[in-house]
């Protein structure tokens, strides 16, 4: 609720505090317990930072972030400790986030030495259940990650993750570093793995026809705040906001001999810099259908049809009042 990580700038000899990188700007949203929301939006927009912020792996400028009841944003160092078996991160690039001097092994069972205070006995234990469950032969477990695949060893990141039976994961670009030929195959084992073990993801990705695939629901981001959250499909259908409308324009028709392929829209312009965005919404330097009030006035992100949330004045009309729970700070 109310989210905001702002970043100071600092300057000069004395190091003074000049101004802040807004990466993200008054975003709230809800996550449904079993469901895979998408993230999308360009490099840049705060879509990683929205992620590392709910795992509290920054402290917030503004906000709370409530996982079943309780605000992560105010816990104590060690109540914080407590709770962070419940939710954890894949990260983009498993060379960067593995220790190379490290066995896969201690890599998968470090988590393990963190929490709990288990044996040697019930730990390999657990690190073998472990590499079965992300299709790692057991045979590797004392090899270290350079001697995988770039795929592998995203499976040995995952298998960290899944150490101490999270129940939220962060999945941050969890392909993109990898070959198109595998990424299919590690979205696949996400898939399987949230059946299997009752996840819930938060799928931060700039691909947008694989979030299609795997997300229910899609939040589009644009320089610090959402654009538009709806569910998948009508999305993709009919973006609503005229940014995930361009966003989406881009992304190549399943059926190519569809009628209703839309037709590309190019953006003019840069997007403004997250230190010094522009007032009123934030998209008015380069939306196509700009008007007088946007530069004036912040649009509020609200629901505009039912289960679709949109910040944009073409749609205040539409509103019907208050947002449902969930969307209405910004
Ligand atoms: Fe475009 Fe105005 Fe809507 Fe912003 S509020 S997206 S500038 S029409
Ligand atoms: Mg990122």
């Known amino acids: 609720r109310g989210l905001k990580m702002h970043f100071p700038i600092h300057a000069g000899l004395l190091r003074r505090k000049v101004g802040a990188v807004k990466a993200v700007d008054g975003v709230s949203f809800d996550i449904f317990e079993g469901e895979t929301l998408g993230l999308v939006g360009e490099s840049g927009c705060g879509k990683s930072t929205v992620g590392r912020a709910l795992l509290r792996l920054y402290e917030l400028t503004e906000g709370s972030v409530v996982i079943d009841g309780e605000d992560i944003a105010t816990l104590a160092p060690d109540a914080l400790r407590k709770k962070r078996p419940t939710m954890q991160m894949v990260f983009q690039d498993p060379q960067a986030s593995l220790n190379p001097r490290m066995t896969v092994a201690a ?159 190019i953006l003019k312009g840069d997007v403004p810099s997250p230190a010094n965005p522009p007032k009123g919404c934030n998209f008015c330097t380069r939306c196509p259908k700009v008007m007088a009030v946007c530069r004036e006035v912040e649009p509020r992100l609200a629901e505009v049809e039912p289960g679709r949330f949109v910040a944009c004045h073409l749609f205040d009309n539409n509103a019907g009042g208050q947002a449902s729970p969930g969307a209405e700070v910004r």
């Open 107 to 265: 890599i998968i069972g470090e988590p393990l030495d963190e929490h709990t205070g288990w044996d040697a006995a019930k730990k390999t234990a657990r690190v073998y259940e472990l590499m079965d469950q992300v299709g790692l032969n057991r045979r590797f477990a004392n090899r270290y990650p350079h001697e995988f695949s770039g795929g592998q060893r995203q499976r040995i990141g995952i298998a960290r993750a899944l150490a101490l039976n999270p129940k939220f994961i962060v999945c941050d670009e969890p392909i993109a570093a990898l070959d198109v030929s595998i990424q299919a195959q590690v979205v696949n084992l996400l898939e399987d793995l949230q059946d299997r073990l009752g996840l819930t993801y938060l799928f931060i990705s700039h691909d947008l026809s694989m979030v299609r695939h795997i997300a229910d629901r899609v939040a589009v981001m644009y320089l610090g705040q959402i654009a538009e959250l709806s569910p998948r499909e009508a999305l993709y259908a009919r973006p609503l906001h005229p940014y995930a409308e361009a966003l989406l324009s881009a992304v190549p028709e399943p059926d190519p001999t569809m009628e209703s392929r839309r037709q590309r829209i």
